[in-house]
């Protein structure tokens, strides 16, 4: 739920629209927030068969997935707090409330709460919806599950260069974590950056050998290589010494 906070905050030119994580990485309020701020989110859950999927009313039926769904929408409930949910979604929008923060106070708050239910009904529908094009689009699948990879390449990779003290962010103060984070971020995009320069002038030396790559050869590449790097050698910013040009893009 902190990443919706990321998003939202990201005024990069880069707006990404898609939110992946793991099965604890959702919930049906996360899945009704991200949908009214038009955030796709799309987890990769474990035990989806374990989840309850929801019928849009008690007479529909469906010939070979029926065994599925064990409850209906509750459709009323919906129409009477639809503009609870804007109003929340604008305060969103306007700055005024943090989405991790307002997911906190729900998940803590008494299931009796209306705005709670209201929330957890639009994510039964939105997660039905999900889960329905989940088990039936293995491309969709396959996206999912090498996405989600990546992240978690990238999560132990970064976390590889947090080494002091144990990794463990010993401070209380809220800006001081954020800055180590975006720190410990920002030595990994470093990191990052060399080791592709680095993999580019190595097949550009490779192809001026006479070398040939196919775009699947360069697939199996990563960035996130550890074996050369010094982790607790010295970090020098040497800003005169200038990289050398990179010849263009790749063949393949």
Do not use: C
């Amino acid at each position: 739920m902190y990443i919706i906070d990321g998003l939202l905050k990201n005024q990069s030119d880069i707006q990404p629209d898609t939110l992946h994580a793991d099965t604890q990485g959702q919930s049906t309020p996360v899945f009704a927030l991200t949908h009214l701020l038009g955030i796709n989110l799309m987890p990769r859950i474990r035990n989806w068969k374990d989840l309850k999927f929801f019928r849009p009313h008690k007479d529909a039926r469906y010939e070979h997935i029926d065994p599925l769904f064990s409850d209906v929408i509750d459709w009323d409930l919906l129409e009477t707090h639809w503009q609870d949910l804007m109003q929340v979604v604008l305060s969103i929008k306007a700055g005024k409330v943090l989405p991790s923060t307002l997911l906190r106070k729900l998940s803590n708050d008494s299931k009796k709460n209306r705005l709670y239910q209201a929330f957890r009904e639009l994510g039964r529908v939105v997660r039905t919806v999900f889960l329905l094009r989940y088990i039936s689009d293995i491309k969709l699948r396959k996206q999912i599950n090498a996405s989600t990879n990546k992240v978690e390449a990238y999560n132990g990779f970064s976390k590889w260069f947090f080494f002091g003290g144990d990794g463990v962010i010993s401070e209380n103060d809220p800006e001081e974590q954020e800055k180590r984070i975006k720190y410990n971020d920002l030595v990994a995009n470093a990191v990052i950056f060399q080791n592709v320069v680095d993999m580019t002038m190595i097949l550009w030396g490779l192809i001026n050998e006479g070398y040939t790559f196919s775009r699947e050869d360069l697939f199996m590449l990563s960035p996130y290589l550890t074996r050369h790097i010094k982790r607790f050698g010295e970090y020098v910013l040497d800003l005169d010494n200038m990289p050398p040009p990179i010849e263009g893009e790749i063949p393949v």
